[in-house]
């Protein structure tokens, strides 16, 4: 929430006060956040399939087979029924010609041993949370900076081999 501030001045009348007048321009704006925006029903397809001969060829005859297929069985009436079709008819077509798309695993270098460190900072902050104290504030800032230091590491480890 933005507040813009337009005008600030003192109460010139027949009575003395020290109340100020103040007006305000407020705006608001909701924002969705990106993730959410980006996020579909999960399901990503392998598009570069499509640069190989026989998938470009057999992935539009899959599509129009799927669509005369459901043109026979529907009245053609309700808009929002044929999108919904079509829009299924699509996403099946790509499921066996295209096949899911493999999720890139984004740290080679993460372990057991870095999975260990995360659950030892998870604990400490649970900890702080629940137990506000100074003891538990200081452990909290110890595990973050040893488990940033062995992540920075590991990376650095792994960086390393990579190039030589």
Not at 17 to 44: C, I, M, W
Not at 66 to 76: Q, T, W
Not at 114 to 137: H, I, V
């Amino acid at each position: 929430m933005a507040l813009e501030y337009i005008r600030y001045t003192k109460f010139q009348g027949s009575y003395d006060t020290d109340h100020y007048l103040v007006v305000a321009k407020v705006t608001e704006r909701l924002a969705a956040s990106k993730q959410e925006a980006q996020e579909s029903d999960g399901e990503r397809f392998n598009m570069r399939k499509l640069n190989e001969l026989e998938v470009r060829e057999q992935y539009p005859i899959e599509i129009t087979n799927r669509s005369a297929a459901l043109e026979n069985l529907s009245d053609g009436k309700d808009i929002n029924r044929a999108w919904d079709n079509n829009k299924k008819n699509i996403k099946t077509s790509a499921k066996w010609s295209l096949y899911q798309h493999e999720l890139k695993k984004h740290k080679p270098w993460f372990d057991e041993e870095c999975l260990g460190f995360l659950d030892q900072r998870k604990q400490a902050t649970m900890q702080c949370e629940q137990e506000p104290y100074q003891n538990n504030a200081d452990n909290l800032n110890n595990v973050r900076c040893e488990a940033s230091r062995h992540f920075r590491n590991k990376n650095k480890e792994y960086l390393k081999t990579k190039i030589e």
